[in-house]
């Protein structure tokens, strides 16, 4: 483990945790906060209610989705906040989210976003084949634990059922729609990453890797 307490910083060292939706960018963050003396981690999709989508989404899934129209003022506020030593409050759970020398941020768009580009020191992008990242979404949005247990869904509810079917159906018509700009900002993100890791790993084997990273090809220039 990296003990942040012992190392002095010019400033905070902002990593950046990217991959496909699915990838397991949220577990990998809170595994390697932990790791980095709990590091604060700011998760994109906590900021859901202050994120400013363009006005016709499917004109600007046709134009390309350009990340730089998607403005999270409220992330990047937060950012700023930490980088000057200035708890924040967590938009989604009301927690107090205290500085420390490393901040996490789970930002599918990498540095590709311009709001934030400035202050993003290092890109981590887990990269994990899509099949796998699609069935983990559809697993999110079912009761896998009945199906595990049960090996059925015999005796759930109708309107239990009902929920989980069109969830999973709304994501597909969704998924069928967008998949090829989904493929094509990962792939760039993943083009422009520093440390490119196996997500098929164990979590901790992708923490271990992204330290070594760290370590390995940063180190020298961040931290005196």
């Given at each position: 483990m990296i003990n942040a307490n012992h190392i002095l910083l010019k400033k905070p060292l902002v990593i950046v945790i990217a991959g496909y939706v699915g990838s397991g960018?949220?577990?990998?963050?809170?595994?390697l906060s932990k790791m980095l003396a709990d590091a604060p981690i700011l998760f994109f999709d906590h900021y859901?209610?202050?994120?400013?989508?363009?006005?016709?989404?499917?004109?600007?899934?046709?134009?390309?989705?350009?990340?730089?129209?998607?403005?999270?003022?409220?992330?990047?506020?937060?950012?700023?906040?930490?980088?000057?030593?200035?708890?924040?409050?967590?938009?989604?759970?009301?927690?107090?989210v205290a500085p420390s020398e490393y901040i996490l941020l789970e930002e599918p768009s990498g540095r590709e976003r311009?709001?934030?580009?400035?202050?993003?020191?290092?890109?981590?992008?887990?990269?994990?084949?899509?099949?796998?990242c699609v069935t983990r979404l559809v697993e999110r949005l079912i009761d896998m634990d009945?199906?595990?247990?049960?090996?059925?869904?015999?005796?759930e509810t109708k309107e239990?059922?009902?929920?989980?079917?069109?969830?999973?159906?709304?994501?597909?018509?969704?998924?069928?729609?967008?998949?090829?700009?989904?493929?094509?900002?990962?792939?760039?993100?993943?083009?422009?990453?520093?440390?490119?890791?196996?997500?098929?790993?164990?979590v901790e084997e992708i923490t271990t890797d992204i330290l070594n990273g760290i370590k390995d090809k940063n180190i020298q220039r961040r931290f005196v």
């Amino acid at each position: 483990m990296i003990n942040a307490n012992h190392i002095l910083l010019k400033k905070p060292l902002v990593i950046v945790i990217a991959g496909y939706v699915g990838s397991g960018k949220s577990t990998v963050a809170v595994r390697l906060s932990k790791m980095l003396a709990d590091a604060p981690i700011l998760f994109f999709d906590h900021y859901e209610k202050y994120i400013e989508w363009p006005q016709d989404m499917n004109q600007w899934m046709m134009d390309g989705a350009d990340p730089n129209q998607v403005k999270v003022p409220r992330l990047k506020e937060d950012l700023l906040s930490l980088l000057k030593g200035i708890p924040i409050t967590d938009p989604l759970n009301g927690k107090i989210v205290a500085p420390s020398e490393y901040i996490l941020l789970e930002e599918p768009s990498g540095r590709e976003r311009d709001e934030i580009r400035a202050y993003v020191d290092w890109v981590v992008y887990i990269d994990v084949p899509q099949d796998v990242c699609v069935t983990r979404l559809v697993e999110r949005l079912i009761d896998m634990d009945v199906w595990n247990v049960k090996g059925s869904f015999e005796g759930e509810t109708k309107e239990d059922l009902v929920r989980q079917l069109n969830a999973v159906a709304s994501w597909i018509t969704h998924y069928h729609r967008a998949r090829s700009i989904y493929m094509a900002g990962s792939r760039l993100v993943q083009q422009k990453a520093d440390i490119v890791v196996n997500g098929m790993k164990t979590v901790e084997e992708i923490t271990t890797d992204i330290l070594n990273g760290i370590k390995d090809k940063n180190i020298q220039r961040r931290f005196v």
